[in-house]
């Protein structure tokens, strides 16, 4: 509540289900879909990709809001590829395959591509979500959804 009255709140991560299950693992290429979260908006993913273009050895992730917190990762070989087709929808399988197809004369393997995402993966710049669960709303969506019932202006 706190996140859509002011969006002040840094990160919160939470996984809940019926039954007990495992949290997402990046291990599981085909059903994992990598995204931000949902403080950023869908235009985000080409800003962050443009930060790890022109990094220099280090990338350093903001996160908006009162007491600005950074997360700084390394610039790695393919970590630039690997956030340009980043979407919020791709699986990390299909965005490995788009960063081989750029890569045809020296296609890094999964473990190298993993042990790149993995990064971004443990400083939470980056979630997993299974591919059948849809994408979570943006802030502004869901502050829009949460006028509309409660009879205030978008």
Same mark, same amino acid.
């Given at each position: 509540?706190?996140? +859509? +009255?002011?969006? @002040?709140? =840094?990160? /919160?991560? %939470?996984?809940?289900?019926?039954?007990?299950?495992?949290?997402?693992?990046?291990?599981?290429?085909?059903?994992?879909?990598?995204?931000?979260? #949902?403080?950023?908006?869908?235009? $985000?993913?080409?800003?962050?990709?443009?930060? =790890?273009?022109?990094?220099?050895?280090?990338? %350093?992730?903001?996160?908006?809001?009162?007491?600005?917190?950074? %997360?700084?990762?390394?610039?790695?070989?393919?970590?630039? +590829?690997?956030?340009?087709?980043?979407?919020? @929808?791709?699986?990390?399988?299909? &965005? #490995?395959?788009? &960063? @081989?197809?750029?890569?045809?004369?020296?296609?890094? $393997?999964?473990?190298?591509? +993993?042990?790149?995402?993995?990064?971004?993966?443990?400083? /939470?710049?980056?979630?997993?979500? /299974? *591919?059948? &669960?849809?994408?979570?709303? $943006? @802030?502004?969506?869901?502050?829009? *959804?949460?006028?509309?019932?409660?009879?205030?202006?978008?």
């Amino acid at each position: 509540v706190g996140e +859509l +009255l002011h969006g @002040r709140l =840094c990160q /919160h991560t %939470v996984y809940a289900a019926k039954s007990p299950r495992q949290p997402p693992s990046p291990m599981d290429l085909e059903e994992m879909v990598p995204a931000l979260a #949902f403080i950023y908006g869908q235009e $985000s993913y080409g800003f962050f990709h443009r930060l =790890c273009e022109e990094a220099r050895g280090r990338i %350093v992730f903001s996160m908006p809001g009162r007491g600005e917190r950074s %997360v700084a990762i390394p610039k790695t070989p393919h970590v630039a +590829l690997i956030m340009k087709h980043i979407d919020g @929808r791709r699986t990390l399988a299909g &965005v #490995f395959e788009r &960063v @081989r197809a750029e890569r045809p004369a020296a296609p890094p $393997s999964d473990s190298q591509l +993993l042990g790149e995402f993995d990064a971004l993966h443990t400083a /939470h710049a980056m979630l997993l979500r /299974h *591919r059948d &669960v849809p994408p979570m709303l $943006s @802030r502004d969506q869901m502050q829009q *959804r949460a006028a509309a019932r409660h009879g205030g202006g978008a």
